[in-house]
């Protein structure tokens, strides 16, 4: 397994398996392995758990730029510093890394308040398969310079590129969260209580359950 400790490493191990006509496997913690075609096997493992960091908190913006390898929950912890967080909630959460999450645009139920990877990443530095170090986006929310790589990247599974870092749209953390569990019938029944609208604090809610 290599295991690169910067960008430039990470792009010149690429290079050298591309020279050698090797095929290398992207994975950050591995939790999605199963996830790859089977029929995909490499000659080695490239990890990005050797890029950890979080390489900038512009908390004023709300954005971050984080290495791929770190985790999503390091992440969250190091952003809760300023009341903030990346609000997604992919498959192994605990351990999922941001390049993965970004790779596999893994997401959970908060994809419909927040959005999935997809939505969130504003901008990306990644590494082709000759070694060539690209960004695309940039850091912050309003940006249109040059063609939206960042998304495009969003789901690939590392086939296009490997992801070095990416910088997202962030959220401020809310003060309270409520769960509220409903119980029902059948599944007609839940169609009917999720498309039921209230009035909550003067406007129109159409995700609140109506009262039986």
Excluded at 33 to 43: A, C, L, N, Q
Excluded at 65 to 74: F, K, P, R, V
Excluded at 93 to 108: H, V
Excluded at 139 to 145: D, I
Aim: positive net charge; charged residues 20%.
């Amino acid at each position: 397994m290599i295991e690169p400790r910067t960008a430039g490493d990470l792009a010149a191990a690429l290079r050298a398996a591309s020279e050698q006509r090797q095929r290398l496997v992207i994975c950050g913690a591995g939790t999605k392995k199963d996830w790859r075609p089977t029929s995909e096997v490499g000659h080695g493992t490239l990890s990005t758990r050797g890029l950890q960091r979080l390489l900038a908190h512009e908390h004023g913006d709300l954005t971050a730029t984080i290495e791929a390898g770190a985790s999503l929950h390091d992440v969250n912890r190091a952003l809760a510093v300023h009341k903030q967080w990346l609000p997604l909630d992919p498959s192994f959460a605990e351990t999922a890394t941001i390049g993965g999450i970004l790779a596999t645009n893994d997401s959970g139920p908060l994809r419909h308040r927040f959005g999935t990877p997809r939505d969130l990443v504003i901008g990306i530095q990644m590494a082709t398969a000759d070694g060539v170090l690209a960004k695309a986006g940039g850091q912050v929310v309003k940006n249109v310079a040059g063609y939206d790589l960042s998304k495009l990247m969003a789901g690939s599974a590392g086939r296009l590129a490997a992801i070095v870092s990416a910088t997202f749209k962030l959220s401020p953390i809310p003060a309270t969260s409520k769960t509220i569990i409903a119980a029902v019938s059948d599944e007609a029944a839940a169609g009917r209580a999720m498309a039921a609208e209230t009035q909550v604090g003067g406007r129109t809610d159409p995700w609140a359950l109506r009262s039986a």
